[in-house]
């Protein structure tokens, strides 16, 4: 018992990991003012201990820092995967063109804090990599400047002390930096007088991606129509809908390829708000109705929501089933990722997708069969893809990418590389018949395990030499980062807010993301109670990352040469 309280081993990491997790989860749980930093707690509760003398073995710390970080990306890109090239294209050049002025703004700051205090500046490299929560940048940075030392025929032990400088810089600035950018979340919500629910409400009604269904009612009334069959109308139009119902004479009926428009028809149509005008003009007006309106008068007819369970129809197109035909039963949308999808016959499914069908209940019985439809199927865990997925984004990260110009190559590292691979993952896997599909609370379950594990190592890490490095001098080291972490934030979250109009939660995630800053997306997400800020997050995360590290590298070779 004395050896797993007092001496540092396996299981004595494990359990400080376990009662510093567990304490800082507690402490997340109570509310200041409305406001709590939910998990962030478990980054003080280790500082503190670590500072009163309990040590954890330091490679453990390291594959607990390492691995908690790569579980929280991945999971984060699964999740946000499917929707990702939409995001980007709607909105990606402007959140990183901002993401790019952050990494400017910071690299600014750091040389002229440079310059004005005459701090060497690898130490500022050091100061900076913490400022902006870049562990990869100072790796990089160290590996520069120890080569550099190296070819210039240094001794070891000055290389040594060198890289050490960054280290212990960069742990000083380091919790500035989480902190700081929670900090200003904080108060950005109080500037720019932020309606939680209606920045919400708002970030809805603009979700309009081309794929996103939309529900719509028209009324036929284009001459040029009249007599003709659904399917010669569908021919020449570059884009898809469905036309779910019918209403004719007080009739409903789920139309087929071979239904003929008559004048006056009402049609109850499932596209995307794209193709809203579109559709007007082609048929005619939209009228007042709503879904209640057919769902008193189709009582023939039937809608239901189905779960693909069955593995087998990932990657399969949705025209491959022939379901209209065969069964006479129309897909009116379908829902990935709590994304409601236009029914195109291209569209391919994956395992956990929702169907939304109409049509007679023999049809849909039939159907159901045909997906599955057995919801207790999804309950269990696909791993598999999981963890390949894990070690090609450790692959990944770790190739070393040369530019011109730079000795020292480039590495995505531990977190851009699964990050990146995860999307790929989430958007392409259905098209290559890779089934990546989790529940969401086992998606949750990942990620906060991660976060956890990654807020306790940093906790751990820093708090050894906190104090004393504060009394040595090192106050100065964390002003020079909050100066670093606050000043671009504030420049850039006014000019996005005022000038760029990005909703509250588009800011969240691009100034964490533009800081690497992982503890302020969890912050923003956990104390308001979405997880919008995770896309934008990984819009800007992969360039920020890139540039972070490509900045601390440039920096040092200015400073040896």
């Known amino acids: 018992m004395r050896d797993l309280f007092i001496e540092p081993g396996i299981a004595h990491s494990i359990l400080v990991f376990a009662v510093v997790i567990a304490t800082g989860l507690y402490l997340g749980k109570f509310k200041f003012k409305g406001i709590s930093i939910g998990s962030t707690w478990i980054l003080f509760v280790g500082i503190l201990i670590s500072h009163f003398g309990v040590r954890v073995d330091a490679t453990v710390l390291n594959f607990m820092k390492d691995f908690g970080l790569i579980l929280f990306v991945f999971s984060i890109g699964l999740q946000v995967g499917p929707g990702f090239f939409h995001s980007f294209k709607k909105g990606g050049l402007t959140l990183n063109m901002l993401a790019l002025c952050l990494v400017f703004l910071g690299v600014g700051v750091t040389f002229v804090l440079h310059l004005v205090?005459?701090?060497?500046?690898?130490?500022?490299?050091?100061?900076?990599?913490?400022?902006?929560?870049n562990t990869p940048g100072l790796g990089a940075a160290q590996q520069t400047l120890a080569d550099s030392m190296h070819g210039s025929q240094h001794p070891a032990a000055d290389i040594a002390t060198a890289t050490s400088g960054l280290a212990s810089a960069y742990a000083l600035a380091y919790p500035i930096g989480m902190l700081g950018v929670i900090a200003m979340i904080i108060l950005f919500k109080s500037i720019f007088k932020i309606d939680l629910e209606e920045e919400r409400r708002h970030l809805e009604q603009e979700d309009t991606d081309v794929e996103t269904a939309r529900r719509m009612h028209c009324e036929v009334e284009n001459p040029a129509l009249f007599g003709k069959k659904l399917k010669e109308v569908m021919r020449h139009l570059s884009f898809s809908f469905v036309i779910s119902r019918v209403m004719r004479d007080g009739e409903i009926f789920v139309p087929g390829p071979d239904t003929v428009l008559q004048q006056g028809d009402k049609l109850l149509i499932v596209t995307s708000q794209h193709h809203v005008d579109s559709l007007r003009i082609l048929f005619g007006k939209e009228i007042e109705m709503h879904l209640q309106d057919w769902l008193k008068q189709d009582a023939h007819l039937e809608g239901r929501r189905l779960l693909i369970t069955?593995?087998?129809?990932?990657?399969?197109?949705?025209?491959?089933?022939?379901?209209?035909?065969?069964?006479?039963?129309?897909?009116?949308?379908?829902?990935?990722?709590g994304v409601e999808l236009v029914a195109r016959p291209n569209l391919y499914l994956q395992l956990g997708d929702i169907l939304w069908v109409v049509g007679p209940e023999e049809g849909i019985h039939e159907v159901a069969e045909l997906v599955g439809n057995k919801e207790v199927s999804l309950n269990k865990p696909n791993l598999v893809p999981i963890f390949f997925g894990i070690a090609a984004g450790v692959i990944f990260g770790s190739i070393p990418f040369m530019i011109p110009g730079i000795p020292q190559p480039i590495k995505l590292g531990l977190a851009g590389g699964p990050l990146i691979i995860a999307i790929l993952l989430g958007y392409f896997g259905p098209r290559w018949r890779i089934t990546t599909y989790t529940t969401q609370s086992a998606n949750l379950m990942i990620r906060e395990i991660g976060i956890s594990f990654f807020m306790a190592a940093v906790g751990l890490g820093a708090g050894e030499n906190f104090v004393s490095s504060i009394l040595n001098g090192g106050y100065w080291w964390i002003l020079y980062g909050a100066l670093i972490t606050l000043v671009p934030v504030l420049i850039v979250g006014m000019i996005a807010r005022w000038?760029?109009?990005?909703?509250?939660?588009?800011?969240?995630?691009?100034?964490?993301?533009?800081?690497?800053n992982v503890a302020a997306l969890v912050f923003s997400q956990g104390a308001y109670g979405t997880d919008y800020p995770s896309v934008n997050y990984v819009t800007v995360y992969p360039l920020t990352m890139f540039l972070r590290v490509l900045f601390a590298q440039l920096l040092i070779l200015v400073a040896v040469t």
């Open 117 to 133: 205090t005459k701090e060497d500046l690898p130490t500022m490299v050091g100061v900076m990599s913490g400022a902006v929560t």
């Open 310 to 337: 069955k593995p087998e129809l990932t990657g399969a197109r949705l025209r491959q089933l022939n379901i209209r035909a065969n069964y006479g039963v129309t897909i009116t949308r379908v829902v990935r990722a």
């Open 499 to 516: 000038a760029c109009r990005l909703n509250f939660y588009q800011i969240c995630g691009l100034i964490s993301g533009g800081t690497t």
